[in-house]
């Protein structure tokens, strides 16, 4: 039961991360990654915007409220440490621009993007 569990959820999350894939793609900005990992951990999806490389933290729920909350501080560093290792293969390193968006997936696929998310 509880493996069930898991493997649906997995699935689900894969289909919002294709989700969120595809509208950024058709909002003009490139998916250059997914999933990628670094010794610090994976992100979900980096695209890139203009100059700036954007690192995309998908969160599915049944609402928007709950995906929020899922995102905690331990998470947040996480994400960022893979963002620097991912930052070290760009040309300008960590000078590159970048920002963290995270994207908010409802039960019935409803998207809510917070860009930079983690400015706050």
């Given amino acids: ?19 969120v894939e595809r509208l950024y793609e058709r909002a003009g900005r490139p ?23 954007v690192f995309i933290e998908v969160k599915k729920s049944s609402t928007h409220a709950r995906a929020a909350e899922h995102l905690c501080p331990r998470q947040m560093a996480r994400i960022y440490a893979a963002a ?22 409802d039960q019935v696929g409803r998207i809510e993007i917070l860009e930079n998310a983690f400015a706050a």
């Fill in 84 to 105: 620097s290792e991912y930052l070290a293969r760009e040309p300008k390193g960590q000078l590159t621009p970048a920002r963290f968006d995270v994207a908010l997936v």
């Fill in 31 to 53: 998916i250059l990654a997914r999933r990628w990992r670094g010794q610090s951990g994976e992100i979900d999806l980096v695209a890139r915007d203009g100059d700036a490389v």
């Fill in 1 to 19: 039961m509880r493996q069930d569990q898991g493997r649906t959820a997995f699935h689900a999350g894969v289909a919002a991360e294709g989700s």
